[in-house]
């Protein structure tokens, strides 16, 4: 009898929620940070004020891409590495209700597991491909 290898892609769902976390705790912090400046300039001038306004302007215009980047990989890397693996546990899933007959294409399931297990069958599933 074949074994079956149970896969595990919670970590990978989690990164969503911790990273959607990260990008409101980091928006929440650029915000204080927003609010420290604007009670700062509101008591400095001069040029030194002018100078600091221009340098920490420009600090935040280069690290709101934080979330941009959070977004992309949740929105394509993560997305992808759950959708192949669901449409992989699908497969394989028909494989195992219609496994192939020991002599052959086992009406018309994709052959070429030979007594490999899941292996066998990830290989013939994605082998028919």
Request: aromatic share 6%; charged share 25%.
């Amino acid at each position: 009898m074949s074994a079956f290898v149970k896969a595990d892609i919670e970590a990978i769902e989690s990164f969503e929620t911790i990273s959607a976390e990260a990008i409101q705790e980091f928006a929440d912090i650029q915000q204080k940070f927003r609010d420290i400046n604007s009670d700062l300039l509101n008591t400095w001038e001069g040029d030194g004020a002018d100078a600091y306004k221009k340098e920490t302007d420009h600090i935040l215009e280069n690290i709101g891409g934080i979330k941009d980047v959070l977004d992309s990989i949740n929105s394509s890397v993560i997305k992808d590495i759950k959708d192949n693996y669901n449409k992989l546990d699908e497969d394989l899933a028909e494989f195992n209700r219609n496994p192939p007959s020991e002599g052959g294409g086992g009406g018309g399931q994709a052959s070429g597991a030979t007594g490999n297990g899941a292996l066998g069958a990830a290989a013939a599933v994605v082998g028919a491909r």
